[in-house]
């Protein structure tokens, strides 16, 4: 618990050394916060703080990743200028340059004695403050995207002069003569490769490729953007598909920095840094689901939809020699049926039983939190999944951002929507009528499945069923199937001998799975709610009751709570969801 008391000074040190430029320290500081708030969160957080302490140690871990990227954009201009050690790890530097014998450079002894220098030039990138100090930005200020900015209001960059030591220190500015202000120069290499990181992220519209098919005879494209750095030696290996997640995986190939190669992230940035790094860590973050830990066995009925699953998705990784040609693996699988009725659980079991990699997306949050960035982030989404194939993509509410095209549809969703046929029609590496024939051995079996689930399949846009090649019908639960629920909902809960299932069936004819997962909650709670209506107690009091409270359920207890619980689904609903399934399901 010490540890995190000490959170908030930690991070401090962290914010300071960063504005310092003692950077490596930064990072030290920064890198124990976050480990801080994991144990945390492993141990002794509250279950109902943990969403809390995730966005605390994203923020933290968004300062981190900017702290990273000052040191690598400065490394790399002190390489470009030839200024010896790298300073930028919180060295002095040297205060002259031998590549610019004429020029001085700013330490702060020599500060006082410099020309002020050249107005800055209208601010070309939004984001770090990098970009404005490469720019020339003005060194007396605190300059708008300084590092006292970007770490937050209340602390300022600057020394006990008013200055700022990071600006001072390594403002190109200060290494040039006095220049017509409206006048820039050329990018230095160095510079040219900070604008390419921002502005030539593979990802934007306007840098990509077309999206092309892959056969076996192409190698996956490159994925760094063009400009960025080259790939170090150990990224540029051949995919590794182990999981990066995988306890065992590091240990056996010896060490953290291998470990580090197989997240997308260093794949795509060897040092974790790029344009898109905040997008990547996101979804690594958010998106991707470790481990989903869902079996078939907790799932009640639906004998056929799991058997289609398993045929979908398990055997073409089992047998990928049999599920080529006309057998190609489906190229995305609808789950289509009322709300309750474990669409997601039937898609975190396929993943979980398969082994592969979970993607849970929500379609609306792709939709409007990434407003702008949807449909780079849908990319980075695909190119991820195909990393770490075989994947499953679960994109639940798919009619929320695949929803039939219109005239005054917004800009933004059509863009989403093209750029979801594009990726689905290149997801899956084996799913290429004529190509599947050349794969290699390592391509086999690493593909890539789009499950989408809806209520509303009849808003889908034509375009995006079509890709979804089997749409299966997942139903309100049968008898067999409520019985079934009880049984799954019950488990370890002692039930009254009064308790006569059947009774219970035929009061809950047309509920759904979350529907009964509900009464059974409600239930359980009676002997608590009615303890407390007797007035006898308090709240004080109860909370010091609860072996006594823990009685079996009654059959009286279902029916208290049945008062409070009525089924979700309607008849003409369900008539909507047989018509549908008559027109384009699959048996
Ligand atoms: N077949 C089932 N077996 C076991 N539990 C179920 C089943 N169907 C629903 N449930 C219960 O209902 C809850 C919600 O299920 P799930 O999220 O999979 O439904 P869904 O069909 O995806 O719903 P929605 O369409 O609203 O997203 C589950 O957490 C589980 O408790």
């Known amino acids: 618990m010490s540890d995190i008391e000490n959170l908030p000074k930690v991070i401090m040190l962290a914010r300071e050394n960063a504005i310092l430029g003692n950077y490596v320290e930064s990072i030290k500081h920064y890198e124990d916060g976050v480990s801080t708030i994991n144990s945390f969160m492993n141990t002794y957080a509250p279950r109902a703080t943990k969403e809390q302490w995730k966005v605390v140690e994203s923020s933290i871990q968004n300062e981190l990743v900017h702290v990273k990227e000052i040191v690598s954009i400065n490394d790399e201009f002190i390489t470009s200028f030839g200024a010896g050690p790298k300073s930028s790890h919180g060295g002095g530097g040297k205060s002259v340059n031998n590549n610019f014998p004429n020029v001085e450079i700013v330490t702060p002894e020599n500060k006082y004695m410099m020309k002020p220098p050249a107005p800055a030039p209208p601010p070309m990138s939004h984001k770090p403050p990098t970009y404005n100090q490469f720019r020339g930005g003005d060194p007396y200020s605190n300059p708008k995207g300084s590092p006292g900015q970007y770490f937050g209001k209340d602390i300022n960059g600057s020394n006990e002069n008013g200055n700022n030591f990071y600006v001072q220190n390594r403002n190109p500015a200060h290494f040039q003569e006095e220049k017509d202000p409206d006048v820039w120069d050329p990018p230095s290499p160095s510079r040219q490769n900070a604008m390419n990181r921002r502005q030539g992220s593979k ?338 009091e109860l909370a010091k009751m609860e072996k006594e409270l823990d009685v079996p359920i009654e059959l009286q207890d279902f029916k208290e709570a049945l008062k409070n619980i009525s089924k979700s689904v309607s008849k003409d609903n369900l008539l909507d969801y047989a018509k549908w399934m008559d027109e384009f399901g699959c048996k």
């Open 203 to 540: 990802w934007n519209s306007k840098n990509r490729k077309p999206a092309v098919k892959r056969v076996a005879s192409q190698k996956r494209p490159p994925p760094m953007p063009s400009g960025a750095r080259p790939p170090k030696e150990e990224s540029k290996r051949k995919k590794n598909t182990t999981k990066p997640w995988d306890a065992e995986g590091p240990k056996k190939r010896g060490g953290g920095k291998q470990k580090k190669a197989e997240s997308f992230l260093y794949h795509c940035y060897p040092d974790g840094v790029g344009p898109d790094t905040d997008l990547i860590s996101m979804l690594e973050k958010d998106v991707l689901d470790k481990n989903p830990q869902v079996s078939f066995d907790d799932i009640a009925d639906l004998d056929d939809a799991k058997n289609t699953l398993q045929e979908a998705v398990l055997l073409p990784i089992l047998m990928p020699h049999y599920f080529k040609g006309i057998r190609r693996p489906w190229r995305g699988v609808l789950l289509f049926g009322p709300p309750g009725t474990g669409k997601t659980m039937l898609a975190k079991a396929v993943a979980t039983q398969g082994k592969t990699t979970f993607f849970n997306v929500s379609a609306s949050s792709l939709a409007s939190k990434w407003r702008g960035e949807s449909e780079k982030l849908v990319r980075i989404l695909f190119e991820m999944a195909r990393f770490y194939a075989p994947s499953v993509i679960f994109i639940d509410e798919m009619d929320s951002i695949a929803s039939k095209r219109s005239s005054n549809e917004h800009e933004a969703n059509r863009k989403v929507k093209s750029e979801l046929l594009i990726q689905m029609d290149g997801a899956n590496v084996a799913s290429s009528a004529g190509g599947d024939e050349k794969l290699d051995e390592s391509e086999r079996g690493k593909s890539v499945l789009v499950l989408a689930a809806t209520n509303r399949p009849w808003d889908l846009d034509e375009a995006i069923r079509r890709r979804l090649e089997k749409r299966i019908y997942i139903p309100l639960p049968t008898e067999e199937g409520l019985r079934q629920l009880f049984k799954i909902n019950l488990k370890g809960i002692r039930g009254g001998e009064d308790i006569s299932i059947s009774e219970l069936l035929k009061k809950c004819k047309g509920f759904s799975g979350a529907d009964i997962a509900i009464l059974c909650r409600e239930a359980a709670m009676m002997p608590m709610r009615r303890k407390l209506a007797s007035g006898k107690v308090n709240f004080y």
